[in-house]
């Protein structure tokens, strides 16, 4: 039956979409402002729902959640009238005359399916340029965020068309059943094995995917920086929401001699976050469900706990918890741990790092710290990731005119601002020719002559920036 649902959801988006509702410019900006308003009034059911999904509070699931969805709607309503317009491009001489211009329009009907560590930023911000840019959108949101997929499914129909954007809840099955549809465009957030299996599914019509995944991302702790403060922004952006953060630092790189330093300072840091007993702190998450939680906790089986450790099967709680001395082949170094374990791993020095950074797959993130320009410059200049960060973490999320994505094994194509409508869009190359000056033609009909290629040689490699001699050169050749 679900499945049957999920067919006619998808023909019914197609059949809205086709109906041309989505295009003007005026609807989607009635979407957009009708989605901000489902942030203001329903606050709470919103914030209830994540509670129970990941014990997030309602100042954080505010300031890592809706906040940043309704300054993205206001900067796209904002602007939407200039994303969308023509956009002119340099002539050359053979079209000196012509209308020349990039049109940005709609690719169709769009499946979106969300992540369920910050369920509603990663769903709902691709939905918001996939409104803007004039598609429509079936949005699946994760079922592994029980709740919140719930109230997704009931408040959207409510505040947007649910013809044009239909949410479609369930778990694989469902999702299989939708990759066998044919959509114009497949963006997805999760996890790289996923992200493999969306793509192929892809293939099979063309259809182009935007694929936000993760991996793991480095911290290089420089030894000539203020420490104190580099831990403080570690440890926040390592254990905001209990680590499941797609951009979270997953190991930290140092020199020897700085490794006892840097645990005192995260575990001060730590204790001012979320006080000596992180599992009763309104401001501590929980790990999702106890699959992930006995996947986190079966990484430290070779490890040396420096801090924390403690943990809570039935409550799903795993303190956040330093590892020291780790070792390249240990269980927490092999794949991305999407928990609150950081693990510490010796270096000689950033020559050593930068090695150690590039033998694995390029992360969606990476994070060094230090006050020497030349090292920050040679850390990004020597590595590859989807976002390079200095001496902070996480906080190139928020900028909406920075492309957020991954490179290699942590994804392709990117979003936020622009170029989410963008990413969304078929940025469509137009030429309006008029039907006179036919002289200016003459140069590429045949018969071909050494005189037409030498004039064809000019035009081509010549640019218009000429001026009165380009000009003079179009006149030259309607005498041809």
């Known amino acids: 039956m679900g499945n049957t649902k999920t067919t006619i959801e998808v023909a019914r988006a197609r059949k809205a979409f086709n109906t041309g509702r989505s295009k003007p410019l005026e609807y989607r900006i009635i979407q957009l402002k009708n989605l901000k308003r489902m942030f203001y009034e329903k606050q709470k059911m919103i914030s209830d729902a994540i509670k129970k999904d990941l014990n997030k509070s309602v100042e954080v699931t505010q300031l890592h959640e809706t906040l940043g969805i309704e300054s993205e709607i206001d900067l796209t309503i904002r602007k939407l009238k200039d994303w969308a317009a023509p956009r002119p491009v340099e002539k050359n001489l053979l079209t000196m005359s012509?209308?020349?211009?990039?049109?940005?329009?709609?690719?169709?009907?769009v499946l979106i399916i969300g992540a369920w560590n910050y369920p509603w930023a990663v769903t709902v911000g691709p939905l918001i340029g996939a409104i803007a840019a004039g598609n429509a959108a079936?949005?699946?949101?994760?079922?592994?965020?029980?709740?919140?997929?719930?109230?997704?499914?009931?408040?959207?129909?409510?505040?947007?068309?649910?013809?044009?954007?239909p949410v479609v809840t369930g778990g694989v099955p469902e999702t299989q059943e939708l990759l066998r549809q044919r959509f114009d465009h497949i963006f997805y957030t999760g996890n790289s094995m996923v992200g493999k299996l969306i793509m192929e599914a892809a293939a099979k019509n063309l259809t182009p995917v935007t694929l936000e995944l993760g991996g793991k991302s480095p911290c290089y702790i420089d030894k000539n920086c203020d420490i104190t403060i580099a831990c403080r922004r570690t440890?926040?952006?390592?254990?905001?929401?209990?680590?499941?953060?797609?951009?979270?630092?997953?190991?930290?790189?140092?020199?020897?001699?700085?490794?006892?330093?840097?645990?005192?300072?995260?575990?001060?840091?730590?204790?001012?976050?979320?006080?000596?007993?992180?599992?009763?702190?309104?401001?501590?998450?929980?790990?999702?469900?106890?699959?992930?939680?006995?996947?986190?906790?079966?990484?430290?089986?070779d490890c040396t706990i420096a801090a924390g450790g403690e943990n809570d099967e039935a409550n799903c709680y795993i303190a956040p918890t330093l590892l020291r001395d780790v070792k390249p082949e240990a269980k927490v170094m092999q794949e991305e741990i999407f928990g609150p374990l950081l693990p510490i791993i010796t270096v000689s020095g950033v020559d050593e790092a930068i090695e150690f950074i590039?033998?694995?797959?390029?992360?969606?993130?990476?994070?060094?710290?230090?006050?020497?320009?030349?090292?920050?410059?040679?850390?990004?200049?020597?590595?590859?990731?989807?976002?390079?960060?200095?001496?902070?973490?996480?906080?190139?999320?928020?900028?909406?005119?920075l492309p957020f994505g991954g490179v290699g094994n942590s994804g392709m194509g990117c979003y936020h601002g622009k170029y989410s409508f963008d990413q969304l869009s078929h940025l469509r190359g137009c030429l309006i020719k008029k039907l006179n000056m036919e002289g200016v033609n003459n140069v590429r009909y045949p018969p071909h002559t050494p005189k037409k290629l030498s004039w064809a040689r000019f035009i081509l490699l010549k640019s218009s920036s000429l001026g009165w001699i380009g000009r003079m050169a179009i006149s030259l050749l309607k005498l041809l």
């Open 138 to 165: 079936v949005v699946k949101p994760s079922e592994v965020c029980v709740h919140t997929a719930k109230v997704m499914e009931d408040l959207l129909p409510i505040y947007i068309d649910k013809e044009l954007y």
């Open 358 to 401: 590039n033998k694995g797959e390029k992360p969606l993130a990476l994070y060094v710290f230090s006050s020497d320009n030349k090292v920050i410059d040679r850390i990004r200049d020597e590595t590859s990731s989807g976002g390079f960060v200095a001496n902070d973490c996480l906080v190139h999320y928020s900028i909406s005119s």
């Open 98 to 109: 012509d209308t020349v211009y990039v049109h940005p329009e709609p690719l169709g009907v």
């Open 235 to 301: 440890a926040w952006g390592k254990y905001t929401n209990c680590g499941q953060t797609c951009i979270a630092p997953d190991y930290i790189l140092c020199e020897p001699s700085m490794q006892d330093r840097i645990i005192e300072e995260i575990k001060k840091a730590l204790k001012e976050f979320y006080t000596d007993n992180p599992k009763t702190c309104a401001d501590y998450g929980r790990i999702i469900n106890q699959r992930h939680f006995k996947r986190i906790i079966n990484m430290l089986d």
